[in-house]
């Protein structure tokens, strides 16, 4: 053995016997496991959440999985392929294992389809479920375990009667359900997401006595807990509805589906009030906001309220004009989904904007040098835009 040789050994004794460099090497050696144990982490997620797809003879695409917690296996559906009939069960178990959630837009192309009659093993219910669809009745076997709800808006059903087993409606759980009228909701229910009712025409809502988390009273549907105003009884209130002074928050599309032509508000009331038959509100962030033009009102006639700062989402989408709508100069934002179908003129003190689809042409009081200073949310996904911008100069 050379000298360079002893002096390595000699080297490598020396920093074994000098703690700092001990605890380097176990650190070093603690980090390289953290990260082997990261990595099969990973690999373990990667299985999980893209399992291998399985088709039955009958045409029901699914999935296995396991519950992390408990280790027990079962079954997502995904897609219905089988044969055309007008009424479907949905099966209990596939490969022994029960049927627990279903995938949005499970029978999408199932033109036929009146009735879905879905098994008690189904526990959750994803969104798009029987959305864009012509069904007609949903029937839940007796001893249902549904606990969230989602994707029940399909354009043919009127009434819905979850089963008692439900405690979370999503966000636009029943949205494309225009003909939706009547839905019970059971003693369990706590939670609903904003704009549930969206594009509905609910003129009845049974609730369980034994409910503790909502109100139905004089045609409104209110979350007790937060005051807020969920939907309304499209029957009763035909021209106008009043805002209870007690209400703290409405949702986007809480007052959608019916011809108001006035919105008013409890004098009492501490959030909202109403200018020009419009609902109101003062945003911390915002400034004034407009929170919803009634859609009977005749828009082309429609007058912004004094200093109005924001345009709140939803606000005017359901009005419909072949006029320029002209937007004051004190309008800083307009939030997404605010516009309806008609063009806009604005001034060059906007500083954002989201621009819905269905917007042809934008007049902008200023430069194209003042329009590039504007925050432009595209909520459309074309390559080519489908407005135009027209700068209009003193």
């Not at 003129?345 to 902008?364: D, E, G, M, Q």
Request: net charge negative; glycine share 6%.
């Amino acid at each position: 053995m050379n000298s360079s040789d002893n002096s390595f050994f000699k080297n490598m004794k020396f920093y074994l016997k000098n703690k700092y460099f001990r605890g380097i090497v176990i650190s070093s050696g603690i980090m390289v496991i953290f990260l082997v144990l990261i990595l099969i982490c990973i690999n373990t997620r990667e299985r999980i959440t893209r399992p291998m797809y399985s088709t039955t003879k009958d045409g029901w695409n699914y999935t296995k999985l396991q519950d992390t917690k408990t280790g027990e296996e079962y079954i997502v559906i995904h897609t219905y392929s089988g044969n055309e009939h007008d009424t479907i069960a949905i099966p209990e178990r596939i490969e022994g294992l029960p049927v627990k959630i279903l995938q949005g837009q499970v029978f999408k192309f199932s033109y036929e389809l009146k009735k879905l009659i879905i098994p008690k093993t189904v526990e959750e219910i994803k969104e798009g479920g029987i959305q864009f669809t012509d069904i007609e009745e949903v029937e839940f076997e007796e001893g249902s375990c549904l606990k969230v709800c989602n994707g029940l808006g399909s354009s043919s059903i009127t009434s819905i009667h979850l089963p008692d087993s439900v405690e979370v409606i999503y966000e636009k759980a029943f949205s494309g359900g225009f003909k939706l009228e009547e839905i019970y909701i059971g003693p369990n229910v706590k939670e609903i997401g904003e704009n549930a009712f969206d594009d509905t025409k609910i003129k009845n809502i049974v609730l369980s006595k034994d409910n503790k988390y909502l109100e139905w009273k004089d045609g409104l549907l209110v979350s007790k807990e937060e005051s807020r105003l969920l939907t309304y009884d499209h029957d009763l209130y035909l021209d106008e509805i009043t805002i209870p002074a007690y209400i703290k928050s409405i949702d986007d599309t809480a007052l959608d589906g019916i011809e108001l032509e006035r919105i008013n508000v409890d004098e009492e009331n501490e959030v909202y009030f109403s200018e020009n038959d419009c609902l109101y509100t003062i945003d911390e962030r915002y400034g004034k906001t407009l929170c919803k033009v009634p859609e009977g009102m005749d828009i082309s006639k429609f007058e912004f309220g004094k200093d109005v700062e924001t345009i709140g989402c939803y606000s005017m989408a359901n009005c419909f004009s072949d006029e320029t709508v002209v937007f004051p100069d004190s309008v800083k934002n307009i939030e997404l989904w605010a516009i309806g179908s008609f063009d806009i003129h604005v001034s060059n003190t906007l500083r954002h904007i989201a621009i819905p689809f269905y917007t042809r042409t934008i007049y902008f009081h200023g430069t194209e040098a003042d329009w590039e200073k504007v925050d432009v949310e595209n909520t459309v996904s074309f390559d080519e835009l489908p407005y135009e911008v027209v700068y209009v100069e003193d």
